[in-house]
């Protein structure tokens, strides 16, 4: 590591920083604020990073990678996607999948183009989920017409194949989950109509969320029906799927989950009627905004926020 580093010319005193920072990381100097510095490299540092890479030890490259995640999904100001794309071509599966789950933010075609490489000659199912999951910021830009057809086929193609592998199952839930996106194409809602249709409980499961996903109303006299089922995962993912399609037949069916005894169905349940709204959500979520269970409280009082705002958004909510 630290004679890639000697040798390289550097040109701008921020590079040299930079590469010095990650030297010092690399030999155990760690810290949170050390790697928020490596936010933003230019092109240039990138290639010299690129160089650098291999010699660093493997620790150290999961836990930058493992770090930048972290530091980026609570910092939007911080962008580490130029050394996360360098991280797709690690030996090292937990590195490359970590990467590929850190590339959330990055819509450019670059990052798409990496994605489809990896994914091409990639086997291991961790990374592959990854990639499954990190397809559907794709698949919601294609869905917008915000994606060139070439590249919306591609990802479109690249995820059909992945649910119809021999992949594990989790591999195929993503792919899945990322195609409901296209709301409109009558071989997606086939594709979950399927899922949800056969005998594995893992992708049924995946189908509920895909039919919130797509928007579609079809699914809504499924959802209402899952409610009621025994199985508390089932009862959140028609919960949230509820929600997503915004239909105010799904309020009553939601007001009885609110005394679920499973926490998650109970603020899914929550968080759906905040998106439906209407005056019956509204009631129940002021009622809930006074509970005295500060989980319950805080999820109602957000809930009541976008309700509110959805009615009048010019209105202030206090």
Known sequence: MSSTINRARLTDPGDERILQRLKAIAEGQRSASAVAELSDVSRGTAGRIR???????????????RQMVDLAETNLGLNFCRIL?????????????????????????TCLDDLLALLAQEREPAVLEAIAAALGQFAYLASIDELDATRAAQVRAALIGLLHS???VWVRRRALESLAWWADDPEVHDEIAAA??????????????????SLDQRWLPTV????????PEF????????????????????????????????????GAL??????????ALRRLSRDEDAVVREAAEDALAQALYATDPLRPHL
């Not at 160089?51 to 990678?65: D, I, N, Q, T």
């Not at 905040?274 to 009631?283: E, K, S, Y």
């Open 51 to 65: 160089s650098a890479w291999p010699e660093m030890p493997l620790e150290a490259r999961r836990y930058l990678v």
């Open 85 to 109: 794309r360098i991280a797709l071509e690690d030996p090292d599966p937990e590195v490359r999948a970590v990467a590929v789950s850190g590339l959330w933010e990055d819509q450019s075609t």
């Open 166 to 168: 021999e992949a594990a």
């Open 196 to 213: 949800y249709a056969s005998d594995d409980r893992e992708m049924r499961v995946s189908a509920l969320f895909g039919m919130g996903r």
């Open 224 to 231: 209402l029906a899952e409610m009621e089922n025994d199985d």
């Open 235 to 270: 009862r959140y993912e028609a919960a949230k799927a509820a929600g997503e399609l915004g239909d105010p037949q799904a309020v009553d069916p939601l007001l009885s989950l609110l005394g679920d005894e499973d926490r998650e169905v109970q603020t899914a349940a929550i």
């Open 274 to 283: 905040g998106q439906i709204g209407g005056r019956t959500a509204i009631n």
